[in-house]
């Protein structure tokens, strides 16, 4: 498999979970109607509750993914994908959706950690933030079509089918990864499957300083976007007035985010991951500073908030992929493990976080751009934590655990 065939098949691998999410925004007014929902917010739950659910199960796909192989793995969770989403399709009542939802949540998982476990065993240091950068920009495909997407399917056949095109992608990548997919995983690196063996890895991969505070951060920056997403629908489109318009801001938003993340290939191997991640957080908090004080003033509109909310999103292409590459350096050897224990906090703590924030929503922006202050600050603090209070180094190589 080619590089080219390699970068695009891990990103749809990924952008499976994010089309789950996106695909689903301009529909939720819809669904919420159609099943009787009626708080507004509740809404929301159908995104916060995959989140969640697929942040809980992500500890167990990267230590299955160590002892029997990487692709065994993505086959699963993309037969499950199919199946839960033509079910999804059927139902008529939110609880029964809502617990579909969730179970999606835990196999979808594995199509997030799996991507990242391939790429360390293929790549270490900058040259893995590079290629996880082109990842991301080809990933980021996904979040600009998806709500143009899931509109164009509610006007010619319901929201429903929805769940219906989800399905037919995962039975395409499926098949694509059954053929084409090598194993990755490297045979001195296989790991028994017994509990202590697991609790072991996990405890390496959480416990190293060099590492933890780079978990924890990317998890608070998560939850900043996690929580836009999940109030994207109600601020953007409704109390901000977008209207129709809306699948189409959040589209170039997320095209502007892939060429930021672009650029971030093709600068990170020249200045270094921490560095340009470092530089970028520090970006986020000014940025977020003054957002926060124009919508306190009240005056907030539509094209003030987009500009000012497409540069902190940008901020946070720059932070993802190298936050991921620092975390995964140290350990080649059980790169699932730790593959899964970072999307485990970067899920749960960020998915949590981020259904909080947009559960807080009150007509502004005021909750969100509060947040995205709160998390650049806090995930500042915690990479001084694992740089020893120095910051802007180059990479390091240590050996491997």
Not at 68 to 76: A, E, H, Q, S
Request: with cysteine; hydrophobic share 55%.
């Amino acid at each position: 498999m080619g590089q080219g065939e390699f970068i695009a098949l891990m990103a749809m691998l990924m952008a499976l979970q994010a089309l789950a999410i996106d695909v689903m925004l301009p529909a939720l007014g819809v669904i919420a109607r159609d099943l009787g929902l009626s708080d507004p917010n509740d809404r929301q739950l159908l995104i916060g509750v995959f989140l969640i659910c697929s942040g809980l199960a992500s500890l167990i796909p990267g230590s299955l993914s160590d002892r029997f192989g990487r692709k065994p793995v993505i086959l699963v969770c993309l037969a499950a994908y199919f199946t839960v989403s033509l079910a999804s399709a059927l139902v008529t009542d939110f609880t029964v959706l809502l617990i579909l939802r969730g179970v999606l949540g835990v196999f979808t998982s594995g199509l997030m950690v799996m991507p990242a476990a391939v790429l360390r065993d293929r790549f270490e240091g900058d040259r893995m933030a590079s290629m996880q950068s082109l990842i991301a920009m080809v990933f980021m495909v996904v979040p600009m079509l998806a709500p143009l997407l899931g509109q164009g399917i509610m006007l010619v056949a319901g929201w429903r089918w929805i769940f219906g095109v989800m399905a037919g992608l995962a039975l395409a990548f499926g098949i694509w990864t059954w053929l084409r997919l090598p194993e990755t995983l490297h045979a001195e690196h296989r790991q028994s499957i017994r509990p202590m063996t697991i609790l072991s890895n996990m405890r390496a991969a959480v416990t190293r300083r060099d590492a933890l505070g780079y978990f924890l951060g990317a998890a608070l920056v998560q939850s900043a976007l996690l929580g836009y997403i999940n109030s994207a629908q109600q601020l953007v489109a409704e109390a901000l007035g977008a209207g129709q318009a809306f699948p189409a801001i959040f589209g170039v938003m997320a095209l502007i985010m892939a060429c930021t993340n672009f650029v971030n290939s093709r600068i990170v191997e020249r200045f270094g991951a921490r560095r340009v991640s470092q530089s970028a957080l520090i970006g986020l908090i000014i940025v977020s500073g003054v957002h926060l004080a124009l919508a306190m003033s009240g005056r907030e509109t539509l094209w003030q908030f987009v500009p000012l909310m497409t540069v902190g999103m940008c901020f946070i292409s720059f932070i993802g992929a190298n936050f991921q590459a620092i975390a995964l350096q140290p350990f080649a050897r059980i790169a699932g493990a730790a593959a899964s224990a970072l999307a485990f906090i970067r899920l749960v703590a960020g998915a949590s976080l981020g259904l909080l924030i947009g559960q807080a929503f009150d007509g502004t922006a005021r909750p969100l751009t509060g947040a995205m202050l709160a998390a650049g600050v806090f995930a500042l603090l915690l990479v001084l934590y694992s740089e020893k209070g120095r910051l802007f180094r180059r990479l390091h190589y240590p050996t491997p655990d």
